[in-house]
């Protein structure tokens, strides 16, 4: 009985192993290393047993093992617990791209996201996927992003990247450059900002966030010299998010607004493409950024990095940006319980009582 009080109280973490041939085993296995973790959360990896022992004994990392469950609401609530998505021996390849990899991957994915749906996990922290290898009819998408929007049928969603100093998103994420301009329209902005500005309040408790809105082109145009854009889809946005009360300024010229250190002012930013938003973000936190898929029903998070299979098995990769995930996506998760229940309770009639009911 008291282990089960204890459970309930706990944001129950899944952690998916992402490629198998990479670094994800080792920032999971070095993050729940730390004790002090199972302290706040009740945490099951979306793996393979035998795939982490592999990982184990290739970084020399004697003192950890997992806790074998067949379901998450067997977990223990002190130890890292580990949910088979498959029984069987993998031939790894450190550092290669391999389609059992990709299926693997895929796998944990899908068991993560059906125990999310359940309500069997609170959170779900991805490891880094091969984006070409995952690629199947049940992963037809570019990214973590777009699966999850999907899956959990978000009609509008952001990308949100997330460090110490600045959240940013992108308006047109993983598409080619050439695209960008050709998508672009003024609904697509306003819903975008629409959505950071929801998320920046639920999510991370701000009460009156301030959005900077990034110019598409050179200088914001120019008045139209180096393009129109600006003045004809960014600032229309930006006008219809500010008349329905949203702090969102702009457009900025990238450039300035970076250099100048402008972005320091800002709860939030929006990049109007990939590279805009990453650059500046990757160059100030690559080893400490997560990602944040803003906009859905669920909490999903990852570190900012990729597979890097240039440092698989060499127990040289850093743990901070998977740690920090997992730290966000609990601190999301306690935001949203306490950002519902004030909503909920000033949607009240005059005169009700409260609830003294509840545990």
Known sequence: MEQAVEKERRVRVGITHGDVNGIGYEVIIKTLQDQRLMELYTIVVYGSSKVASYHRKVLNINDFNFNLVKKADQSHPRRPNIINVHDEEVKIDLGKSTTIAGELALLSLEAACEDLQKNHIDVVVTAPINKKNIQS??????????????????????????????????????????????????????????????SLMRDFGIVKPRIAILALNP?????????????????????????????????????????????????????????????PFKLMSFDEGVNFTAGLSVIRTSPAHGTAYDLAGKNEASPESFRNALYLAGDIFMHRVEYDELHANQLKPAGSQPDNNRS
Not at 236 to 251: D, M, S
């Open 219 to 279: 200088h914001a145009g120019d008045d139209g010299l180096i393009g129109n854009e600006d003045n004809t889809i960014l600032q229309p946005a930006i006008e219809k998010a500010y008349n329905q009360k949203i702090l969102a300024f702009g457009p900025y010229p990238a450039d300035g607004f970076f250099g100048t250190s402008g972005f320091k002012n800002f709860d939030g930013i929006l990049a109007m493409y990939h590279d805009q938003g990453m650059i």
């Open 137 to 198: 009819p049940g992963f037809e998408f570019p990214g973590h992003t777009e699966y999850f929007a999907r899956k959990f049928n978000a009609e509008d969603y952001l990308m949100l990247m997330i460090n110490s100093v600045m959240r940013i998103g992108v308006v047109t994420g993983h598409i080619p450059l050439s695209a960008v301009k050709d998508t672009l329209t003024e609904d697509l902005v306003l819903r975008k900002i629409q959505v950071m500005n929801q």
